[in-house]
């Protein structure tokens, strides 16, 4: 215990402290990560107030579940307690309105008057839930749509009107293409099956046909990826649903090899490596969709209202073929041996009306 | 200093949380422990105290008591304070578990994040374990989404630079927003523009610059009826009626237009085949066209083959 703790309880004249102040294993080893993001004094606060109906509502907790669903260590967590149980009103008498315990790894709230129920959802928190959920709904490869309406509901209800302003914001899932498929994959998945699928490769034009593992289903709100071992490659592949031509779930069971790791999601689905082409555009006004399209690693602002783009690709099939489609309103500067094979390409195609 | 506040912030809110009758500063001050000494600074700290805790959404309500004449005081009315009960079935809470992970990263990721621990602090157990493997998202890559959810949410009107598609200049927009929009990955805002009078659609990652407030809060109505989705989907446009195009498709290329065929027929001449496929853009279908090269020939109409001849030359001009 540190010296204000010790103070603190000193003045509660309890003889006591809550817990035995022993720290676990567990605890030491992660107290070192755990200084990296400091909350502020109202983040703390929040979590502070959330810890109390936490343990209240389920009258015993593990200390490790409870820190795991906080996000904290358990030495954080025996801070929060200390700070908890400290709390005292001097007036009009001097009184602690929280008395806790914490030993042998539990933790049981006896007195927290007026703190046993968490605080209201804020609008953002009511929203960012009620949107998702919404937007889950409109995915049937989910396939829980009954839950998703019960909860949606609910949810409505308890967070009363900071649940209002979600209905201005909506979340349009496409449900043309795609959504027939993401629900076998899902199936594959949940039976954990190989699945045989043929896939549309629009950059070189061509289908291949290809056994995959499922990993994961990947719902991203523009179109969805499955990702999985692909049996061809030997390799993780992120494949995109709309592309998928015909989907086989195989009486086989998927095996995904120890060394496939994840795709990172959330750090972009397609990262370019150095490895990659650069190519240079420069786009007319009327090609200026292309710089919100593909993920660009340079977007500059021409003097003449052009934008000159640089990106990296590792496969320049497809900037030839999105060359083609932009005829004026764009055109590839750079690598020049590119840019060659692209009036090739054009002249090709004349030919054929000549 | 920040664990002391901390701790004052604490012991503020459960002495305004057990008050049955409002407190005044003073009795306030009496109670709470870690306010200074002084007066003055004890009136600024506690001014500052009650800022961040209605920033968090703690509802500090302020009355004076029945029956007195004492200044006015504070207090944190339960009812107004707790999260009402609510209680979900295991499926329920783990698609509760499911949508908290659809904001991951996102702007609102935070704020799921905390809606998930106040329910989690309601006795619910929101974890994903029913759909491994799943994973849905969300993202918010335009750097507008934030200020444009804000000025959403509390109703204020606001200005940005846009730079609208076929123009090469920005122009500076005065917009009234009544919803944000995502169709198909991209984020669209709806609102009343201010200079035209009339309702817009405009596509975040087309702002440029800062996104400004240019009122306080509270000073945009949303017109009764609105469906924002409506909107959107009406402004992107579902386009003029079908027609059907008549192309010469190398065998064994053009898979992204065979997909889509009403018809496909081995060609008189070998190598080809004759492709029909619906359309109804023009303008974008010759592009698409355009796009296959040398592996496809339009037929019909003329007016489409014009333009995908019309493109092909762009490229070498």
Known sequence: MTADQADATARRGRGRPPGSGRQTGTARAQAGQAATDRPTATDRLQRLLALVPYVVSRNVVGMAETAAAFGITERELVDDLNMLWCVELRSPDPYCPIDLSYEGGEIMVSEAEAMDRPLRLGVDEACALLVALRMLAELPSIGNGSALSRTIAKLEAAAGSAASPSAQVAVQVDHVTGQSVAVQVADALSRGRRVHIAYYVPGRDEATERDVDPMRLLLVERSSYLEGWCRRANAVRVFRLDRILSIQVLDVAAEVPAEAEQVDVDGGLFRPSPQDVRVVLELAATGRWVADYYPCELVEQLADGRTRITLRTPDTQWVRRLALRLGEDGKVISPPDLAAQICDDATAALANYA | ?317
């Open chain 2, 1 to 317: 200093m920040s664990r002391r506040k901390t701790e004052r912030l604490l012991s503020l809110v459960v002495c305004l949380l057990s008050a049955r009758r409002y407190l005044t500063a003073a009795q306030i001050r009496e109670a709470v422990p870690g306010y200074p000494d002084s007066f003055d600074a004890f009136k600024r700290m506690f001014e500052r105290d009650k800022d961040e805790l209605r920033e968090l959404g703690i509802p500090l309500e302020t009355g004076v008591n029945a029956g007195s004449d004492e200044e006015p005081g504070y207090r944190i009315s339960r009812q107004a304070y707790e999260l009402p009960d609510i209680r979900l079935e295991p499926d329920e809470a783990a698609v509760l578990g499911l949508a908290a992970r659809v904001w991951r990263r996102a702007e609102l990721a935070g704020a799921a994040e905390g809606a998930l621990l106040k329910l989690r602090a309601a006795g619910i157990e929101a974890e994903d374990v029913s759909q491994p493997g799943i994973e849905p998202r969300l993202q918010t890559g335009e750097a507008a989404f934030g200020p444009l959810w804000e000025a959403v949410r509390d109703r204020r009107p606001v200005t940005f630079g846009y730079l609208a598609p076929g123009r090469s200049t920005q122009q500076q927009r005065q917009l009234e927003p009544w919803g944000v929009v995502n169709r198909r990955g991209r984020w669209y805002v709806v609102g009343r523009d201010r200079d035209r009078q009339a309702q817009r659609v405009f596509r975040l990652s087309r702002m440029a610059g800062e996104v400004r407030f240019t009122g306080p809060a509270g000073t945009v109505s949303v017109p009764p009826g609105t469906d924002v989705r409506a909107a959107v989907r009406d402004w992107d446009g579902e386009g003029p009626p079908p027609r059907t195009c008549r192309l010469r498709i190398r065998s064994g290329a053009g898979y992204g237009l065979r997909r889509h065929a009403v018809s496909v027929k081995p060609d008189v001449q070998a190598g080809w085949d004759m492709v029909e496929v619906n359309y109804s853009d023009t303008g974008w279908w010759s592009e698409h066209l355009a796009s296959f090269g040398a592996d496809v020939i339009v037929e019909e109409p003329v007016d489409l083959r014009e333009a995908v001849i019309g493109r092909l030359k762009g490229v070498l001009a």
